[in-house]
């Protein structure tokens, strides 16, 4: 099994031509360090399509957009009421359906809302494939296990994938679920230094 390696933030800048950038807009609740990485990778070229898994209000989603407003952005999570199985230490996350997404809702910002369970391939069955994903919905280990399972069969070449919550001694499961990735498929991951990210680039093997 390849370990995953801590690097800084300039070594992860240089894989993928990305530069710190001043972004003039509402910050999320995730923390200011991870998401000025987030979008400075995100913006380093073109993205297309756009993923977030773990919507909550939209202050991340909607971040995606403005820093890449030519990007199709999508971001999924259920709601209250969906009969989806969940962590007790997360229960206090899961929003009223009109609560989910108000961020850009209330900013009239252009993202592709989805209702809907990330660990179920069906999910994914209309939508097109990604070239930068963001993973931080349900933080259990069979649940990003399957997440990340999801986004292997619907990313192109190259994709950017984050994953959050990796060295947040509040979530352990990031760190496991990506010690079983690892031992499933042949990528190389890297957790940024001073971060809760850890990302790859996917290499498609023949």
Known sequence: MTSIKTISTNEAYSMVGAEKNNYDF???ATPRRDLQILLDMLSSKHRKNVLEIGTFAGHTSC???LASSKSNVYTIDICRGMQVKINSSQK???LKKEDVGTIFKNKNVDVNLIYADSTK???YSNLPNFDFVYIDGNHSV???MRDSI???NNIVEGALVFWHDYKNSGYTGTKKALDLFLNTYEQT???IENSWLAF???KKLN
Do not use: L, P
Request: proline share 0%; aromatic share 20%; charged share 10%.
């Open 26 to 28: 509402e910050w999320s």
């Open 63 to 65: 971040s995606f957009k």
């Open 92 to 94: 206090s996350e899961v």
């Open 121 to 123: 391939g069906s999910t």
């Open 142 to 144: 069979y649940c990003i």
């Open 150 to 152: 999801n986004v292997m």
């Open 189 to 191: 991951i890297y957790h």
């Open 200 to 202: 790859m680039i996917y």
